[in-house]
């Protein structure tokens, strides 16, 4: 077992931060809340090297974090995490940096046949034969004190992390997959993936209507809530809930009376600064060319025209992710398999890379007639024609 500290102080992080510079990787972890503000509540940092392991109170008043900034800016040091995307979202907002360079045992362990995006108790159960008590999972984690067992738990997500880490490395060199992960890192280590412009934020509601003045509307909606959340450090949804939003475009307000009888909305509100401001976003969306509408995708999009050939290809690629031992979801997409069956050019992950060599050069070879699938027992067998 590895010693374990609990530091609050900068000086202590300093030199603890200095050892960890040694490391050639760390197993990394954060504890957030985010229930009641727009940006995650940052207040525990765990990392665990080869000797020791710390927890840091983010939430202490003597405590500066630059010192693991720049340790997860030192590049010949792996940070080692697991399901990254919110981790490193904590770490943008931080310094508008991305720790590098990162690997995620998730990913990793979806190349090497544990499953589609597993969870971490799973894992470790799986890898060193853990149970992890679960039982703070669902701590107040702004909360102080933390008891020890809150720490402890929260501890356990970077000390088994490292075996994880290891021994995935070690299958990933066996079976020579190791390239495999690069094109899924770039994902999570691209910055625009934490920072969304306000006009493209609209595409996270689901949306019905393509009317070029309501699609307007949303999206200029959406950009003022969202810069009215992030001021006040607040949920979107505490502003203005996804539904009533859509409510208002759709009834394209332009009187508090109006805006009033949007389902949820007061005249109390209506009247008040939020609801001028909405209407000020309405009157100012209506003076927008129907040209300048953003186009929402797939609305009028066709079920697929061959749904039979999509079936087979689905039975292929079960097939394929059996036989490389990889998760299905890694290797393609229902998507692209309808876009595989309507073209053999098209430009879909599955048919470049290690995919193709996986399973897109076969799914072409099935689309055409060269290969045939049977049943052999409880598996699938390919057949060369």
Same mark, same amino acid.
């Given at each position: 077992?590895?010693?374990?500290?609990?530091?609050?102080?900068?000086?202590?992080?300093? +030199?603890?931060? $200095? %050892?960890?510079?040694?490391?050639?990787?760390?197993?990394?972890?954060?504890?957030?809340?985010? $229930? %009641?503000?727009?940006?995650?509540?940052?207040?525990?940092?765990?990392?665990?090297? &080869?000797?020791?392991?710390?927890?840091?109170?983010?939430?202490? @008043?003597?405590?500066?974090?630059?010192?693991?900034?720049?340790?997860?800016?030192? !590049?010949?040091? #792996?940070?080692? =995490?697991?399901?990254?995307?919110?981790?490193?979202?904590?770490?943008?907002? /931080?310094?508008?940096?991305?720790?590098?360079?990162?690997?995620?045992?998730?990913?990793?362990?979806?190349?090497?046949?544990?499953?589609?995006?597993?969870?971490?108790?799973? /894992?470790?159960?799986? #890898?060193?034969?853990?149970?992890?008590?679960?039982?703070? *999972? =669902?701590? +107040?984690?702004? !909360? %102080?004190?933390?008891?020890?067992?809150?720490?402890?738990?929260?501890?356990?997500?970077?000390? !088994?992390? %490292? @075996?994880?880490?290891?021994?995935?490395?070690?299958?990933?060199?066996?079976?020579?997959?190791?390239?495999?992960?690069?094109?899924?890192?770039?994902?999570?280590?691209?910055?625009?993936?934490?920072?969304?412009?306000?006009?493209?934020?609209?595409?996270?509601?689901?949306?019905?209507?393509?009317?070029?003045?309501?699609?307007?509307?949303?999206?200029?909606?959406?950009? =003022?809530?969202?810069?009215?959340?992030?001021?006040?450090?607040?949920? *979107?949804?505490?502003?203005?809930?996804?539904?009533?939003?859509?409510?208002?475009?759709?009834?394209?307000?332009?009187?508090?009376?109006?805006?009033? &009888?949007?389902?949820?909305?007061?005249?109390? =509100?209506?009247?008040?600064? /939020?609801?001028?401001?909405?209407?000020?976003?309405?009157?100012?969306?209506?003076?927008?060319?129907?040209?300048?509408?953003?186009?929402?995708?797939?609305?009028?999009?066709? &079920?697929?025209?061959?749904?039979?050939?999509?079936?087979?290809?689905?039975?292929?690629?079960? !097939?394929?992710?059996?036989?490389?031992?990889?998760?299905?979801?890694?290797?393609?997409?229902?998507?692209?398999?309808?876009?595989?069956?309507?073209?053999?050019?098209?430009?879909?992950?599955?048919?470049?890379?290690?995919?193709?060599?996986?399973?897109?050069?076969?799914?072409?070879?099935?689309?055409?007639? &060269?290969?045939?699938?049977?049943?052999?027992?409880?598996?699938?067998?390919?057949?060369?024609?």
């Amino acid at each position: 077992m590895l010693p374990m500290t609990l530091i609050t102080e900068t000086s202590k992080l300093i +030199d603890a931060c $200095e %050892r960890f510079s040694r490391d050639s990787f760390l197993a990394i972890d954060t504890e957030f809340m985010r $229930e %009641r503000t727009y940006y995650p509540q940052l207040c525990l940092i765990q990392i665990a090297g &080869k000797d020791e392991a710390v927890t840091v109170d983010a939430l202490a @008043t003597e405590i500066n974090l630059n010192p693991i900034l720049d340790l997860m800016a030192n !590049h010949k040091i #792996i940070k080692v =995490f697991h399901a990254c995307r919110q981790d490193m979202e904590i770490f943008f907002n /931080l310094n508008r940096r991305i720790p590098f360079p990162v690997f995620d045992t998730q990913i990793g362990a979806m190349v090497c046949g544990y499953g589609e995006s597993v969870g971490y108790d799973k /894992l470790v159960r799986q #890898i060193t034969g853990v149970q992890i008590d679960k039982s703070s *999972r =669902f701590t +107040d984690w702004s !909360h %102080r004190p933390l008891s020890k067992q809150q720490l402890n738990y929260a501890l356990s997500d970077v000390t !088994h992390l %490292r @075996t994880v880490y290891e021994s995935l490395l070690n299958q990933l060199e066996k079976n020579g997959r190791i390239n495999w992960l690069n094109e899924e890192f770039q994902n999570v280590l691209n910055p625009k993936t934490y920072d969304i412009p306000l006009d493209q934020i609209w595409k996270r509601l689901k949306i019905k209507s393509g009317r070029p003045k309501f699609l307007i509307l949303v999206r200029e909606l959406c950009a =003022f809530r969202e810069k009215e959340a992030q001021s006040r450090n607040i949920p *979107r949804n505490r502003v203005i809930r996804d539904d009533v939003l859509l409510d208002i475009a759709a009834r394209s307000p332009t009187s508090s009376l109006d805006l009033a &009888k949007v389902r949820s909305l007061s005249t109390q =509100f209506a009247e008040g600064r /939020l609801g001028k401001s909405i209407l000020r976003v309405v009157a100012e969306a209506s003076n927008i060319p129907e040209s300048d509408a953003p186009q929402l995708e797939n609305l009028n999009k066709t &079920k697929p025209q061959k749904p039979a050939l999509i079936e087979l290809l689905k039975v292929l690629l079960k !097939h394929k992710s059996e036989d490389n031992n990889v998760a299905q979801k890694l290797i393609a997409s229902t998507a692209d398999l309808e876009a595989i069956a309507e073209n053999d050019n098209a430009n879909v992950l599955a048919l470049n890379g290690w995919r193709k060599d996986v399973f897109g050069d076969d799914a072409l070879l099935l689309k055409s007639g &060269k290969i045939a699938l049977s049943a052999a027992g409880d598996r699938i067998k390919v057949i060369r024609i």
